[in-house]
């Protein structure tokens, strides 16, 4: 069984997978290409297109990373073959820790008093029951659920959102375009950690945005495609006063690496972490992909991407 793995640390992946295929060899995509080819499997997280190009044997794409849209988007993708990505793998916990420092920002008006100290303003700011501050999550894959279950826990009321309908313990669950605007009126942070796909550009566009209660934030671990931008901006105000939302906790962007002309690294209500949020934990990630290939070997069903949903 041959295995070519693309990823920053490709290294640390050919050598725990070695040692847990030990008939297997692993190479990675460093390897010469007359080695990579009549390869079983791809472990791969954004290779590049010429990777999946010149593969003409695969069993199965395992994607390092929840996120499928950029292997959906490489033009060379082989489209008969399997793709299995990574589901939570460690990432659900990182995921929540992040939202949840997120939203006890906002909830206990941290963003305020960043604001205040340099003024030297001494004002505190009333703290509100949680029970009377819900919090929206836009998703609810294996991530959004982890995110859901920890706010739940940590005393906030959870409406969640997906496309189609889902039930979970605890979590109001909303479903479809009515079920969206239901949230948005009611929730005072909004959570989106959706996929990238065509259904879901824009989801926040400027009428949703609007649909937030006033003095309402966003955080944003999933996609930058999933808010329009320029809307959110315009919904923050100019910066000098709060606009129709009080701020933002955004991870991700349209552009990545955020151009450092864009004016939200400059917004006073907006924080900018450069895709952080939720590294994929090493260990975690190297047992998935080990089950799966046991499980592509031994034609096990396994929970394959649909490529036409996009995750
Ligand atoms: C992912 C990511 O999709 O890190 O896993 O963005």
């Given amino acids: 069984m041959k ?11 050919q050598t725990a997978l070695s040692e ?18 009549g390869a079983d499997y791809l472990a791969v997280w954004k290779a590049p297109g ?27 993708r082989p489209k008969d073959v399997p793709i299995v990505k990574l589901r939570d793998a460690g990432m659900g916990e990182l995921m929540a820790d992040y939202v949840l420092y997120g939203v006890l920002h906002f909830y206990r008006s941290l963003d305020h008093y960043r604001l205040q100290q340099p003024d030297a303003q001494w004002q505190p700011h009333e703290v509100v029951e949680k029970s009377q501050w819900p919090v929206g999550v836009l998703g609810l894959g294996a991530i959004g659920r982890a995110v859901a279950s920890a706010l739940y826990q940590a005393g ?41 796909t065509a259904a879901t550009r824009h989801i926040l566009d400027a009428e949703r945005l609007a649909r937030l209660p006033q003095g309402a934030s966003v955080i944003n671990p999933g996609r930058g495609s999933l808010i329009d931008e320029a809307a959110l901006l315009e919904a923050l105000g100019d910066g000098s006063a709060p606009g129709h939302l009080r701020g ?10 955020l151009p450092t002309e864009s004016p939200l690294w ?12 939720a590294p994929t934990p090493l260990a975690d990630a190297i047992d998935q992909v080990i089950s799966y290939v046991h499980a592509f070997e031994a034609n096990e069903a396994l929970e394959t991407v649909n490529p036409d949903e996009g995750y």
């Fill in 50 to 76: 010429h990777l999946l190009a010149e593969q003409t044997a695969l069993k199965g794409i395992i994607n390092l990373g929840a996120g499928v849209d950029h292997l959906l988007a490489t033009p060379e």
């Fill in 248 to 257: 933002a906790l955004l991870d991700v962007f349209e552009r990545e690496p």
């Fill in 156 to 196: 906030f009321p959870v409406l969640g959102w997906s496309r189609s309908p889902k039930e979970l313990r605890d979590i109001r669950c909303l479903h479809g375009d009515a079920g969206l605007d239901e949230l948005l009126g009611q929730v005072q942070c909004v959570v989106t950690i959706l996929p990238d």
């Fill in 20 to 37: 847990a295929l030990p008939d297997a060899t692993v190479l990675t995509s460093a390897a010469p290409a007359k080695e990579r080819q």
């Fill in 3 to 13: 295995i070519v793995v693309h990823t920053d640390q490709a290294e640390q992946w």
């Fill in 266 to 277: 400059r917004h006073p209500r907006v924080i900018i972490t450069p895709h952080m949020a």
